[in-house]
């Protein structure tokens, strides 16, 4: 699997990868040399693939090309890379060799958007890491497991009145609407102090502008001519409203911690993210501006929100799909919980028994990532595998092959959470235990850069999920078609209209 890092540069122009002898001068490979889906005239590959479907375009080509290609996408000359392990390394050579894509950076800021913790780099980048590693620690995120058990009520007290309008014949919910409300809550909650109560309402919440701007980012980035530079159409207009009512958002949640931050002893203590970085940002020469709070508070919410939410669709769709597995997962929380009262009467060491659920969270996130790959750039000259790379080359990591490939996980198709188990079950001749099977599964990525928010994400998809199965019976996960949802990329990759049918179970 490997294809180890080689430090000679300059290599003949098409010399095949050397065997690695001991010894042996190893010849290196460059962009040219290398397979891949015969570029067009002028737009090189852009017009092969398809926006919402680009994952799948990459898989083919992968399986076609193998482990090294290259693709010409949007005027760029990409390295598409499929191999877990050198995807690991290079995860872990930022951000000294390798940074994330400056395009994103480019169109993010041209909306309006201050860059924060996923945009920076460098030093800027370090700083603030500390910041948010600091606030979301484990034990951050298990202090603040009250307001999220809150948070779950909310979603439980939302689902019962549509449970209740579903007996009068109202349609299913909106699956993904709903969840992306509860995640909102919970990391403004934990991030910003702030109670954000768009679960209660179904007026003109923050969450409706969050979603529009995922989809803005992957449109720009893909787009061949930057037309709304110059004329802009509806959906342009659109995203610079949202834009502005997230900022808009954005500036009363920091009115609102500054004024919290009159209390001396909370400015000593500051006890949530947003606290901690305007106490930094008035310290001279903190290197943290309003601007980089800002930013920050951004990153968090477009960070937090989608991500998780859709994690979660995918886990109840699968679920939804695979009956033996949901009965289980139902099971355990029977045995494991009581109902969820108002009083916030679960304890996050209850979840943490929650053994099966939690392996039903990494299987899904196995087959169904929500980021099915991820882009770096190259900071310098340097080499992937035996590809000679120049300096600001973008390298596009395809996280779906090996996790998907059934040398590596056997039945990779199959929806099966006990291989996520120490005691798990797995076909004659599967060898791959759960340690190994996590560093090639990587929903999170990794290296210095991996997802700070990963343990509130997993303790809200648990905490949701257990309250769906504790106290509702789920009568359908529907879509328009009656088919497996598709894959629909953009930004993240989003299950397409899910609809959730239920009824409260009676009190056991
Ligand atoms: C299931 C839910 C989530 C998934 C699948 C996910 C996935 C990811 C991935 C793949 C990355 C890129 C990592 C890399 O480049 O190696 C990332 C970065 C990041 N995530 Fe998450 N994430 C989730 C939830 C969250 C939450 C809840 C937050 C915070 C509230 C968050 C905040 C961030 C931030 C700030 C970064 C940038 C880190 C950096 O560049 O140093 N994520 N996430």
Redesign the pocket.
Known sequence: MAHMKNAVFDAPASAPPAAAQPGAVRHLRHLRDLPGPRPWPLVGNTLQVSLHSVHQNLAEWAHAHGPFFRVRLGGSKLLVISDAELIGQL?KE?PETFR?PSRMQAIMREMGIHD???M?EGET?ARQ?RM?MAS?APQQVRGYFPSLLKVAHRLRERWQGAAERQAQGEAGIDLQADLMRF?VDA?AG??FGTEVDTLSSDGDVIQRHLDKIFPAIWRRAHAIFPYWQFVKLPPDRALDDSVKVVNAAIRRFIDEARERLQAPERRAAPPNLLEAMLVAADEPGSGMTDDDVAGNVF??LL??ED??A??LSWMLDLLWRNPSALLRARQEVDRELGPLGAMANWTAEDLGRLDWLEACIHES?RLK???PF?VVEALKDTVVGDVAIRKGTPVLLL?RHDTVSDAVFPQADAFLPERWLPERWLPEGAALAPAHAKRVS?????????????F???L??KLAAAMLLRHFDILGIDTPDGLPPPEHMALTMVPLGLSLRLRERAPA
Do not use: D, K, Q, Y
């Open positions: 995860l930022r994330r924060g913790v996923f920076a980048w890491r948010v979301f995640t990391v934990l991030a990153t968090m960070a937090g991500t998780t859709t994690s996130m990532p929500v980021g991820n996280m990587m929903p999170f990525g990794g290296g210095p850069r991996i997802c700070p928010g990963r509130l994400a997993l809200e998809i």
